[in-house]
């Protein structure tokens, strides 16, 4: 496989494209774990996911490891699909990590591709029987994972987190200029 601009491109084009299938996935995956974490988290809109794709694939080094992610994913497959391959696993959770940011998001992104990849177990677009590739389903639960992750909605990642310490801040955490003290 050879990746260039037309790759990234055409992948981001495809990854906008799957919406209708992955804002879903990330709605339940939201929902099941507001539930598990008893907290509401808000949902994703179509709308949201296409600016946080625009936004992943505005920066050329994020752009071209998940163009490269998704294309392989897009393509695995193995005879019978087989228990013991586990490659599009270890792809769909470095996508998922990827697309979620840096720490601690990335790994958050991963424990969180494993938690939607069991409720994923077939291209919801493949045609008739067909299941899709062996990488289709953790495509989309790598997908869904990583921007649900990094979206908005968690109330525990908004606003100012009580263990950041800004110059001009106390040493007890509750004077300075950051806090009104």
Not at 22 to 42: Q, W
Not at 78 to 107: I, Q
Not at 113 to 139: I, Q, R, Y
């Amino acid at each position: 496989m050879r990746v260039t601009p037309e790759t990234v491109r055409d992948e981001r084009a495809w990854v906008r494209d799957r919406a209708p299938v992955v804002v879903p996935l990330i709605n339940e995956t939201r929902e099941r774990l507001g539930t598990l974490f008893e907290t509401d988290v808000a949902p994703v809109s179509r709308e949201a996911y296409r600016r946080e794709v625009d936004a992943v694939f505005a920066d050329g080094e994020v752009a071209v490891n998940v163009a490269g992610c998704v294309a392989l994913l897009r393509d695995l497959d193995v005879a019978d699909d087989y228990p013991g391959f586990v490659v599009d696993e270890a792809l769909g959770r470095e996508l998922a990590a990827t697309l979620a940011g840096g720490r601690p998001l990335s790994l958050l992104g991963q424990a969180t591709f494993h938690f939607v990849d069991v409720h994923v177990s077939e291209d919801e677009t493949a045609s008739g029987d067909d299941a899709g590739t062996a990488g289709a389903d953790d495509l989309d639960a790598a997908l869904a994972a990583g921007f649900q992750t990094r979206l908005p909605g968690w109330e525990w990642r908004e606003g100012e987190s009580p263990f950041a310490f800004a110059p001009g801040r106390d040493e007890s955490g509750t004077g300075g200029p950051e806090r009104g003290g």
